[in-house]
Structure formats: structure tokens, C-alpha cells
């Protein structure tokens, strides 16, 4: 971005784009009437919009599980490589999530 400066009777004043650029919508959820957070869509009905960070949101939620879904079937009581594996990020994952959270969250 280029800065702008513009000298008017001895005042300085900058020009600048904006700082804050939000994410990219992606696509439109329809929906049958106007919400507080619904968007005008071009045909006339109203959308709500979803954005690049809700999309990738999803994929790597659909992602873990596919991947803990698969590491963690056929369990044993004498655990294999695998499985001690998906054990150790598991017991990780709870560690943090208990410690922000408490025992009780």
C-alpha cells in the first residue's frame, strides 16, 4: 500500500486503505428471512455468509476425526505402535485442554 499525504492550510492529513481486510466469503447458506447477521444476496433472498476460516475450520475437523477414527479402532489391552501412538496425543490433547480449562471444564 502506498501512504498519501495530503498538505491542506497547514493541516497534514493521511490517506490510507483500510488496516483491516475480513475474511473471504466463500459461499451463502439461503436462508428464509433477514437475520441481524444475514446478508442481501443478488437474486433477493438473504444468506448467511461463510467465510474461508469456517470452511478450513471444517475440513480439519472432518480431517481429525477420519484420522483419530482410524488410529483408534481394533483397541488392545497390550498396545502396538499405533495405537500407543494415538494414546500419546490423546493424553497431550487432555493435558492442555485440562489445564486452560480445569478439571471440571
Do not use: C
Not at 483500510?18 to 441481524?36: A, E, M, N, W, Y
Request: no cysteine; net charge positive.
Amino acid at each position: 500500500y502506498v501512504l498519501k499525504i495530503a498538505v491542506k492550510a497547514g493541516a497534514v492529513s493521511i490517506l490510507t486503505p483500510p488496516l483491516v481486510q475480513g475474511p473471504k466469503v466463500v459461499f451463502f447458506i439461503p436462508t428464509p428471512h433477514k437475520f441481524s447477521f444475514a446478508m442481501d444476496l443478488a437474486n433477493g433472498g438473504y444468506g448467511i455468509p461463510v467465510t474461508i476460516t469456517v470452511v478450513t475450520t471444517w475440513a480439519l475437523i472432518v480431517l481429525f476425526f477420519l484420522v483419530f477414527n482410524w488410529g483408534l479402532k481394533n483397541l488392545e489391552m497390550i498396545p502396538g505402535k499405533k495405537q500407543a501412538f494415538f494414546e500419546t496425543l490423546y493424553d497431550i490433547y487432555s493435558g492442555l485442554v485440562t489445564q486452560m480449562f480445569g478439571k471440571r471444564g
